[in-house]
């Protein structure tokens, strides 16, 4: 009877281990596949239709918004990281190339626009005359539409910036992980 028992415990136990190893495999090869995987090129198409969709409402409500910048490339965030301490001009980023969330298309960063065309980073302005100030009226509508807001932010407040993560870290996104492309109705 004991010699039954150590017999089904081994066997029970060479399978469990081709078990295991099949989904290690499975899984060391999709790790494989996603940091393979290219990055965007382009803001992702939900956060364009959101944009979008903020600007709108922004403008029913007397404030013109003008987006300063969508998707940014690895190249383009180092070189914004350097300024302020290799090259000449303020830090404007604290993320450096692939830290950042407009380096996958899914942040944009937006500024007033004044009836003269004039573009301010005001964020005490109340434009529309409704004792609000305009910056935290777009910031609003946009939570509304389901973005991030960098001016909630505790560390360090980026007031223009607005992304949308879909549950995405910076981490996984460099592993390769990327958000559905599908609208939602």
Known sequence: MKNVKTALIIIFLLVLGGFLFIWVQKELAFREELRQRPLPTRLHPIVAEHRDRLIERTEEIGIDIVITDGFRSVEEQEALYRQGREDSGNVVTYARGGESYHNYGL????????DDGNVVWDIERDDN?????????????AKELGFEWG???ERFRDYPHLQMTFGLSIKELQRGWRPEDVLEE
């Open 107 to 114: 942040a944009i960063d937006f500024a007033l626009q004044l």
């Open 129 to 141: 005359g409704n004792g609000r100030r305009d910056w935290f009226e777009v910031a609003d509508i």
């Open 151 to 153: 001016g909630d932010w």
